[in-house]
């Protein structure tokens, strides 16, 4: 993988194939190596970019031991709530959506099919309402777009400050409890997973859901049939979303791309023709 430095952070990525651009952004506790199967099918006709989210797998913020923490400056203003000033500086949306057009502007790319894949396809939908003339479609695999409802979004925050914590408190060993097929192995440090999950996770409004009907872009939504969780969300966006289409993956859950990855790649591609 490749290494860019920006605003305190290493970020890793790594581009496979040649045409025009897809920038894939993974969920939480996960890394860029669910968008291996892409790399290699999609990238006969696409250029593949793929990165590690701050936190995670092998991107890192330079010192993060020596700021934040317990009884360091937060509260219930940021974006981690609870948390600390280095989740809400350093972990936060808005820095996630500056890395990704770092790496696009480090590539030399003006435009791109933004992806992402649960939290990744929150934060690509995020990047659209940030940086619209950078996006030329979207394509959101098990995801959803918050809530709009302040009860709703205050339970789901309190899961997201709640998974922090477990995360520091006991380690990476902690994510076999969230999904046994993630590998804590695949991440280098505990604590800034931890404060991923306070400055990334937890959302402050409904901007991203209030803004579907705007998003007027080719927008392909995909979500296996298993994934209960996400089915809903899935449809409720296609609804809304102006240019959208669903594609449903038989035998699938929430890892998509990874339960069957020919499905999804040939959607996939079928999508990023038309739209190129």
């Known amino acids: 993988m490749s290494e860019l430095q920006r605003n305190g952070a290493r970020l890793h990525y790594k581009v496979s194939g040649i045409g025009p651009p897809v920038l894939f952004t993974h969920g939480f506790a996960g890394t860029s190596r669910i968008w291996q199967g892409q790399s290699v099918a999609l990238a006969s006709r696409n250029t593949i970019i793929a990165w590690d989210m701050r936190g995670h797998g092998r991107s890192r913020v330079v010192g993060d031991d020596s700021i934040g923490g317990e009884g360091s400056i937060g509260g219930e203003g940021s974006i981690g709530g609870e948390g600390s000033i280095g989740d809400e500086c350093l972990f936060s949306v808005d820095e996630t959506l500056d890395d990704m057009a770092a790496i696009l502007d480090h590539l030399g790319h ?12 929150y934060m690509a939908l995020a990047f659209y309402q940030k940086y619209p ?14 809530y709009r409802s302040d009860e709703a979004r205050a339970e789901w925050n309190t899961m997201a400050k709640g998974l922090g914590q477990r995360i520091e408190k006991y380690g990476l060993e902690e994510l076999k409890k969230l999904d046994r097929s993630m590998d804590p ?3 280098e440090s505990a604590l800034e997973l931890a404060r991923a999950a306070r400055g990334m996770l937890v959302q402050r409004n409904s ?13 392909l939504v ?16 296609v609804e809304k979303l102006p240019n959208a289409e ?14 069957q990855p020919e499905l999804f790649n040939r959607a996939a591609q079928k999508f990023l023709d038309r739209v190129e």
């Open 246 to 259: 669903l594609v449903s993956i038989p035998n699938a859950g929430h890892a998509v791309n990874l339960h």
């Open 185 to 187: 192995d695949e991440h």
């Open 207 to 219: 901007q991203i859901i209030d803004s579907l009907p705007n998003i007027r872009i080719p927008t």
């Open 133 to 146: 003339e950078r996006v030329r479609s979207l394509l959101l695999l098990a995801t959803g777009p918050g």
């Open 222 to 237: 995909v979500v296996g049939k298993k994934d209960r969780q996400y089915v809903a969300a899935s449809d409720y966006m």
């Open 110 to 121: 003006e435009r791109a099919v933004i992806g992402g894949h649960s939290l990744g396809g």
